[in-house]
């Protein structure tokens, strides 16, 4: 029974963030209870070597697609690709974001900038993106990381 506590095989989750920390950590758990899993990040070479990585390492399927999720493209573009690739997706990770350390009366206006676009702006433009081409993110007997609130959006609005 043990070994069956965190069975998520047959599940498609995307984990935003992760190439590196604690995004990586949460991507090599879901590949190791067998998951199907796509990470996300900007820096495209290091995104496509902790996808390699973690499949090397934990088996099954990891494939990385780089984007940008600190602007509203960057969102849709990732959406996009994963909509080629799939129609549903079961968790979803809204996990990239920033941190700028600065004492208050000095903080620049970049790096608020910076931290509210990722952490905030990416969050609010990406879930709605992300729902329009997988439809079924999350169920209401096994909701998704965020996806419980999507899930019912999309069944209100589609009737279906
Ligand atoms: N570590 C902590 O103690 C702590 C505490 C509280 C909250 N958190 C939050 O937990 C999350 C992960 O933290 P962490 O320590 O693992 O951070 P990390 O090691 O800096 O990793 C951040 C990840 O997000 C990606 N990323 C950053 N900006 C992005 C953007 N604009 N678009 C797409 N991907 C982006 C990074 O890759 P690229 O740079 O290649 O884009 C990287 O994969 C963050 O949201 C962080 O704010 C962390």
Known sequence: MLDNLFDIRGKIALVTGGSRGIGEMIAAGFLANGA??????????????????????????????????????????LAAALGERETRLDILINNAGVSWG????????????????????????????VITVTPRLGHRR???????????????????
């Open 36 to 77: 199907k899993v796509y990470i996300s990040s900007r820096k495209v070479d290091a995104c496509v070597a902790t996808a390699a990585r973690l499949q090397e390492t934990y088996g099954g399927e990891c494939i990385a697609i780089p984007a940008n999720l600190a602007d509203v493209e960057g969102c849709q573009q």
């Open 102 to 129: 600065a004492p208050l009366d000095e903080f620049p206006e970049l790096g608020w900038d910076k931290v509210m676009n990722t952490n905030v702006k990416g969050v609010f433009f990406f879930n709605p993106e």
């Open 142 to 160: 096994e909701p998704g990381a965020s996806g419980q609130y999507w899930f019912d959006r999309w069944h209100q609005k589609s009737g279906f």
